[in-house]
């Protein structure tokens, strides 16, 4: 099998690690200010047998890459339509309003809620260019994009997922019926699985 991967906001490819294990990689690491932009470095290197996996605000980027070129299937982790809208705006602003103020230590406490452990072996992103890129993030609806989707698509919804409420997939899956939803007991991100779990999930995409 061959996968894109996208990682979410504030990450770093290693999050996908396990995927290596079961076929060919190419990790995208989110280096630009623009939604759009990564898309189209994304749709560049899709296939016809490429399965393109993003999480959170990269599966907003592997969806808008999806329609540029098509992939084999997507896996969509912990999606939204919609980011701006599933949280309210105050909320929003004060996140961005802590990032500024102390960029590095509300990123490291960003990814201690969601991942629980050291990770990314203390890579930083240029803090302007991030900050850009999930203000971006915020204000990109994928609705219509969504609905248009013609291609075998699962999303994956952490039970305990406190970034992207449970709401969100229910939400995906009203403008898309054909997506399948799968959940699972874990938070932001299905850390814990495993390649044999990936294999799984993969599975089922190939029946849809």
Same mark, same amino acid.
């Given at each position: 099998?061959?996968?894109?991967?996208?990682?979410?906001?504030?990450? =770093?490819?290693?999050?996908?690690?396990?995927?290596?294990?079961?076929?060919?990689?190419?990790?995208?690491?989110?280096?630009?200010?623009?939604?759009?932009?990564?898309?189209q470095?994304?749709?560049?290197?899709?296939?016809?047998?490429? @399965?393109?996996?993003?999480?959170?605000?990269?599966?907003?980027?592997?969806?808008?890459?999806?329609?540029?070129?098509?992939?084999?299937?997507?896996?969509?982790?912990?999606?939204?339509?919609?980011?701006?809208?599933?949280?309210?705006?105050?909320? @929003?602003?004060?996140?961005?309003?802590?990032?500024?103020?102390?960029?590095?230590?509300?990123?490291?406490e960003?990814?201690?809620?969601?991942?629980g452990?050291?990770? =990314?072996?203390?890579?930083?992103?240029?803090k302007?260019?991030?900050?850009?890129?999930?203000?971006?993030?915020?204000?990109?609806? @994928?609705?219509?994009?969504?609905?248009?989707?013609?291609?075998?698509?699962?999303?994956?919804?952490?039970?305990?997922?406190?970034?992207?409420?449970?709401?969100?997939?229910?939400?995906?899956?009203?403008?898309?019926?054909?997506?399948?939803?799968?959940?699972?007991?874990?938070?932001?991100?299905?850390?814990?699985?495993?390649?044999?779990?990936?294999?799984?999930?993969?599975?089922?995409?190939?029946?849809?």
């Amino acid at each position: 099998m061959e996968f894109i991967t996208i990682h979410g906001w504030g990450f =770093c490819p290693e999050v996908f690690r396990p995927l290596e294990g079961i076929g060919k990689v190419f990790h995208r690491r989110l280096e630009g200010e623009s939604i759009r932009e990564e898309a189209q470095k994304v749709a560049e290197k899709i296939d016809k047998d490429t @399965i393109v996996v993003g999480w959170s605000l990269g599966a907003t980027v592997a969806v808008l890459a999806s329609v540029k070129n098509p992939p084999k299937g997507l896996v969509l982790i912990g999606a939204t339509p919609h980011f701006g809208r599933a949280w309210k705006r105050h909320y @929003i602003e004060s996140f961005f309003k802590e990032l500024e103020e102390n960029f590095e230590g509300k990123l490291k406490e960003f990814r201690k809620t969601v991942w629980g452990e050291y990770i =990314c072996n203390g890579w930083i992103p240029p803090k302007e260019r991030a900050i850009n890129l999930l203000r971006d993030f915020v204000q990109t609806d @994928i609705s219509e994009p969504l609905r248009g989707l013609k291609i075998p698509t699962v999303i994956l919804q952490g039970k305990r997922d406190a970034v992207t409420p449970h709401r969100e997939a229910k939400k995906m899956l009203k403008l898309n019926p054909s997506f399948r939803l799968v959940t699972y007991d874990g938070g932001h991100f299905p850390k814990d699985f495993t390649p044999r779990d990936w294999e799984e999930i993969l599975s089922s995409l190939q029946k849809l």
